[in-house]
């Protein structure tokens, strides 16, 4: 099945500056890549996805990045505001006739330093 | 609100216990997709249903059982708990697939 790693598990950043969450996955066949922020206590919501007929996606201050050769997807977060602090979690899947399932990373703990 | 609903949103219960956690998905979801959270951790995922067939099945203990009703709300059963069983319970609901994947706001266990 899909494995998918999350690096770093930790991660401060001076409010304003950019922050960058890495995720490698396994398995070529996957094609869609969700990333999902979870505040304290409560449920992860979607903030971006990016499908692997693409290279890179943005909305306002995040983007993400997919590289399928090196089967690798990127978050990155610019000019970062307090309310950015979150558990950040990468999800991959593969396509299989409405079986899908999302493969979570472990996660990264983003606390931004005003 | 995200619409999929989840009760309770709160148990504490003993070990050796059973207890069954409830999701009602977004009206119009067709799959509802369960996922435990312990503490500190990732998701990892438990179980798949669309309409009311099992669909994937991830790392669910055979203690674990899962159903989605005509109705497509869905429970998850969970028996003779151990203290490890303690964490928080999604379910998440998509119209077809994982794109969409909308998750309650969970169901926090604790066994004691």
């Known amino acids: 099945g899909e494995n998918v790693e999350q690096h770093p598990s930790t991660l401060s950043v001076q409010e304003g500056d950019s922050a960058v969450i890495k995720c490698t996955y396994s398995?070529?066949?996957?094609?869609?890549f969700p990333w999902y922020k979870q505040e304290l206590g409560k449920r992860p919501q979607l903030i971006i996805d990016?499908?692997?007929?693409?290279g890179e996606k943005k909305d306002q201050r995040i983007a993400v990045t997919l590289n399928k050769t090196a089967k690798h997807f990127s978050l990155h977060i610019t000019e970062t505001q307090p309310e950015d602090s979150a558990v950040y979690f990468c999800?991959?899947?593969?396509?299989?006739?409405?079986?899908?399932?999302?493969?979570f990373g472990t996660g990264t703990r983003l606390t931004i330093i005003p | 609100d995200s619409g999929v609903t989840q009760t309770p949103k709160h148990l504490i219960t003993a070990t050796g216990q059973r207890v069954t956690l409830r999701c009602s998905p977004r009206?119009?979801?067709?799959?509802v997709y369960w996922y435990q959270q312990s503490l500190d951790q990732g998701l990892q995922f438990l179980i798949h249903?669309?309409?009311?067939?099992?669909?994937a099945k991830g790392n669910i203990l055979e203690r674990f059982s899962a159903q989605q009703f005509p109705d497509l709300h869905s429970e998850l059963n969970l028996s003779s708990l151990e203290l490890g069983d303690s964490a928080l319970y999604f379910c998440?609901?998509?119209?077809?697939?994982?794109?969409?994947?909308?998750f309650g706001s969970g169901t926090r266990l604790t066994v004691v």
């Open positions: 999800a991959a899947s593969i396509p299989n006739f409405g079986n899908e399932k999302l493969t």
């Open positions: 249903y669309y309409n009311g067939e099992e669909r």
């Open positions: 398995d070529s066949a996957s094609n869609y």
């Open positions: 998440a609901s998509s119209v077809y697939g994982v794109g969409g994947y909308t």
């Open positions: 009206s119009g979801d067709l799959s």
């Open positions: 990016i499908r692997s007929n693409v």
